[in-house]
């Protein structure tokens, strides 16, 4: 599977981004996916997942009511929508896929898309 992330910008606090990855390949489908972020010195972290049937989601805590994993198998693709934006949401945003897990695991995702960033202005 190769995974190409995009939608990234700059937006104010406040506002909203849907992010996308597109997904190459048959498997896309039978694979759970996950959103995760980096920040300027900061460690990667898991802000959202999804189960391969989009049944199942799992979120941080810190985008929990703002944010909103989904996919469409159909079109190989999985998003994130992103509302009241604030400024700690600022990062570099990569899409990931994983045969076992749709939670923060992040050694359980085993192919990853190449970022997309994320500015929130405040």
């Given at each position: 599977?190769?995974?190409?992330?995009?939608g990234?910008?700059?937006?104010?606090?406040g506002?909203s981004?849907?992010?996308s990855?597109?997904?190459?390949g048959?498997?896309?489908?039978?694979n759970?996916?996950g959103?995760?972020?980096q920040?300027?010195?900061?460690?990667?972290?898991?802000v959202?997942?999804i189960?391969?049937s989009?049944?199942?989601?799992d979120?941080?805590?810190s985008v929990?009511?703002?944010?909103?994993?989904?996919?469409?198998n159909a079109?190989?693709t999985?998003?994130l929508?992103m509302?009241n934006?604030k400024s700690e949401?600022?990062?570099l945003?990569?899409?990931?896929?994983?045969?076992t897990?749709?939670?923060?695991n992040?050694?359980?995702?085993?192919?990853?898309?190449?970022g997309?960033?994320?500015?929130?202005s405040?």
């Amino acid at each position: 599977v190769q995974l190409q992330a995009c939608g990234g910008g700059l937006v104010q606090a406040g506002g909203s981004l849907q992010l996308s990855c597109a997904a190459s390949g048959r498997t896309f489908s039978s694979n759970n996916m996950g959103w995760f972020r980096q920040a300027p010195g900061k460690e990667r972290e898991f802000v959202a997942g999804i189960n391969w049937s989009g049944g199942r989601t799992d979120y941080a805590d810190s985008v929990k009511g703002r944010f909103t994993i989904s996919r469409d198998n159909a079109k190989n693709t999985v998003y994130l929508q992103m509302n009241n934006l604030k400024s700690e949401d600022t990062a570099l945003y990569y899409c990931a896929a994983s045969a076992t897990n749709f939670g923060s695991n992040l050694r359980a995702y085993y192919h990853w898309g190449q970022g997309t960033l994320v500015t929130v202005s405040s």
